[in-house]
């Protein structure tokens, strides 16, 4: 089959890059030949070259990785001229490219860039022991092990961080901006090769479910055995921009259903499509890009020894460039009123700030749907004021479609729509003002009506009607005319 034009040009550029990628691996093995670095081992590497091999796995596609480590073994096996060279160098390389291309593969978007490098600079000097061996023939070489491991631990740590300044640097040049959709990139999968989510196909990818709901459950169940449910056969859709609340009393099945939709927990039948795009195992990192969540406590979200370390853990996570990072974090934390405290450990923070930055650090990754997981309920009544104010401006913005499990009967009614859950089964799906009318639900939820919604009742009782108030404020207007009127 005959290659078009553009096709040609471009397996033309990704063999330029190859190339390009292979002399300077050639050129960093002989820098570390060189470096008077004793790892007891004659032969045994450091294993620079691994920077331009898991920066051609950024890029390009594992067989330009693998294309990489073969051309790089040929040119120093020419350079250096004898076998046990060139078994170190391939064994070196080649086990370094595998264990990340399957670290790669198998861990989405769980693993760093400098985690990828780590676990390749281990498996990198694995393959240095492997080599010894053939090339010494004994077994005793594997005395070694500890120290090149430990050795290869250290050089994936400082190649991580080089490839982490060097992939922004060359995503500025011409010749890499076409690739930056074939490999690693924010590291969403398809089939062999590496998709992930770029600013320029982040678009696409809305445009594919711009008229799909934000989430579709059909059927949905999962359990720890047939017999014990915790959420069974759940079927609902909700569109996009929509605020919804999920209800009902403890062990419902709330939070198992909310953790089932960015896949935290495999769902045991049925169908969950999020934008468009059904939550299969090839699809969970580009679902997890779409699906944030912001869980109970604070606390538990918190990774980084300063909060600014916190939000950029996320933004890492993605593959973002410095500069984009940058500006993530600025933008979010002027937003959310934290600028002050990028710098101060999360345990110096209060409940209320320990929130804004819990949120700030999910909302920096630019979800489009947002779950809340009883954010409020440890928090006291100014700082859950605070935290109504932040939902009620996103749900305005029409950004983003909220998912919120709470008690709190004030953030029901702020919302458009409420779920009932009842021994994993969805029992009602409701206006809050439905919610609030029926006396029987709410205490099968466990609920109480806000007092606005708890006064009205009580006069239609007594044969005064009012309409019904979404807030206190309105109960006010509703009956200051009553009371003129006397």
Known sequence: MSLSTEESTRMLKRIVIVAIFAAVAVVLSIVESIIPVNLQIPGAKLG???????????????????????????????????FSSMLFSLFGSLFSFIVMFIVIKLGRNQVSLIGVSVIGG???????????SIVFQTSNIYYYMPLLLLTGLVTGVLVGIAV???????????????????????????????????????????????????????????????????????SLSIPQGQWVTLVGANGSGKSTLVKLLNGLLP?????????????????IGRIRQTVGMVFQNPDNQFVG???????????????????????????????????ELLHKHPSELSGGQKQRVAIASILSMEPEVVIFDEASSMLDEKTRNDLMIILSDMHRSGQYTIVSITHDAEEIAASERVLVLHEGKLIADRTPTELFRDESMLEKCHLTAPFAFQLRNELHRHGVDIPIPSCEEELIEALWPLHSNK
């Open 48 to 82: 620079l070259a691994n920077i331009m091999i898991l920066t051609c796995l950024y890029f390009l596609r594992g067989r330009d990785a693998l294309m990489l480590v073969i051309l790089k073994t040929i040119i120093t096996a020419f350079i250096f001229g004898t």
């Open 122 to 132: 281990v498996g990198h000097n694995f393959g240095q022991i492997t080599a010894a």
């Open 164 to 234: 982490k300044y060097l992939v922004p640097s060359l995503t500025k040049l011409s010749l890499f901006e076409e690739f930056q959709g074939d490999g690693l990139g924010r590291r969403q999968y398809t089939g062999d090769e590496f998709e992930p989510v770029t600013l320029e196909n982040r678009e696409s990818i809305a445009m594919q479910g711009q008229n799909a709901p934000a989430l579709e459950l059909q059927d949905v169940t999962y359990g720890y055995a047939k017999d014990q449910l915790v959420v069974d056969g759940i």
């Open 267 to 283: 769902k045991s039948a049925g169908s969950i499509m999020v934008k468009g795009i059904e939550l299969e195992s090839d699809t």
């Open 305 to 339: 020894t300063t909060v600014e370390d916190d939000i950029v853990f996320g933004l890492e996570g993605q593959c973002l460039s410095i500069e984009v990072m940058e500006q993530r974090v600025k933008t979010y934390a002027a937003k959310f009123g934290i600028a």
